[in-house]
């Protein structure tokens, strides 16, 4: 047996909507190369559609306020080797 | 609150392994066809292949006060009774305890009350109601006091208010000539 070795990537998005409120996406295996023009359309779209919207009283979807890709290494290591 | 969507991702990672993703605020004014551009357009910042989104539609049913669905149960141990009986109780000089009573029986949350409604228009004649409640055996007892010489038949209902939890109930005991 040798060390297992677990590598999770997320990406997580977080939009603010006008109530003051933040909710994040999270989402698993993030492509390495996504570029801030894809965030930028990604951000229009979401205000032009206003396909999510805030969960506390509904409120209007205002803008992504960052983005972050998270890389976690979880190792277990074989101690009987 | 209003009535919520949610979009469920389910996307295939490169490992070929199920991925869910819950985005538990989608406007529920939103189209399929908005969820679904949603849905793609979060796939295509990841590696995984899109499988589908599911449109999961919660309803909130917003309940105004009094507006309970349980049904109390409201008893009473006896429905009705006669002038002659209740007379024969009320001139015996028993004690307050035995004076003609009836227990009803409630395991709502609501407050009871209680109304007569009799044909007289001779105020001097009156039958007293009062109502006694033991929280602590949740039964309520009804008593019937007074000169019970007013119009006959006479009714008395016992109501329970409806609440957030239980419906409105009511009981009636007549007496009767």
Redesign the interface.
Known sequence: MADIRTITNQ?K?ENYFVDGDT?T???????AN?TSE?IQT?NT??QN??????????ATFGKITKVTTVSQTKIDLDLNS | ??D?VDVKLT?I??LGVK?T?N????????TNS??K??AQ????????TYSQSDKVETTNLDFAPGGGIETPTLTLAATSETVASLKTKLNTGAAFAAFPATTITYDGDGQLSASLTYDSTDSSKFLGVSIMHDSSRNTTSLIVAGKADCAFPCTITIRAAATDTYKAAEVTYTITE
């Open positions: 990406l998005i909710r996406i999270t989402l698993k295996n993030p492509r996504i894809e990604l779209w979401l559609t206003n396909a999510i919207v805030g969960d506390k009283m509904g | 609150m209003a919520r996307a990672t490169p991925s993703t985005i538990n605020y989608a406007n529920p004014e939103a908005t969820l551009a949603l357009r979060l796939n295509q910042l990841t590696q995984n």
